[in-house]
């Protein structure tokens, strides 16, 4: 694995990621336990964020350890691992330069993926520099395979990927860098919006795609 920075051990590696969590709670960028966290540590091992858990309220020991296939390694608590573990683990299956991926629903770059609406609009100098533009994959169920496999294409080429009325995933070299990305897409986004790029019409899910997040209620444990 070729890594230009020095890794983080599994101390460094835990308080970053609770750290970043308060910081995407604070920002409005994931609403009550939405979005997910990971680093790559020196060891090669991963730390992930549990379900069912605020970003704003994550602890050290909620934190669960895992390798580069999923496997568990570390889980004191016996939290539930985020369902969007898969997605995590494709970014660092095809990037071996990456070393942190963050997952949320920050407002104003989720209504272009609500839209199903790259961000491509060269307006912005810091977007370009640091995220370059921004597709939008297509529609899959949350917590999939299928929606791991639905940003493949573009993960190579990119820094960050909107998924169709989902959120955004970010990724870097780096916990802060992966962190960062997301703020500045949520900055460009605030900016083409202001600059007339409307993320309209929004796409409703079909009665297929419905169903199919109905579906997954019992899974992640969700009672009406």
Known sequence: MSNAIKLPDDREAKRSIVEIGRRM???NYCAANDGNISCRTAQNHLWVTPSGVSKGFLTEDMLVKTDLAGNILENPEERKISSELKLHLKVYALRDDVNAVVHAHPPKATAFACA????????VSEAMLNLGEVPCAP??????????????????????????????????????????????????????????????????????????????????????
């Open 116 to 123: 199903r609406k790259a961000m491509t609009k060269p307006v």
């Open 25 to 27: 709670y604070e920002k």
């Open 139 to 224: 529609f899959a169920v949350p917590g999939t395979e299928e929606l791991a496999e639905s940003i493949v294409p573009y993960v190579a080429d990119h820094a960050a990927v909107l998924m169709a009325n989902h959120g955004a995933v970010t990724w870097g070299e780096s916990m802060i860098r992966a962190y960062y990305r997301l703020e500045t897409l949520e900055y460009y986004a605030q900016i083409l919006m202001l600059t007339g790029e409307r993320p309209e019409p929004a796409v409703d899910l079909s009665p297929e795609e419905t169903a199919a997040i109905r579906s997954c209620r019992e899974k992640f444990g969700i009672r009406l």
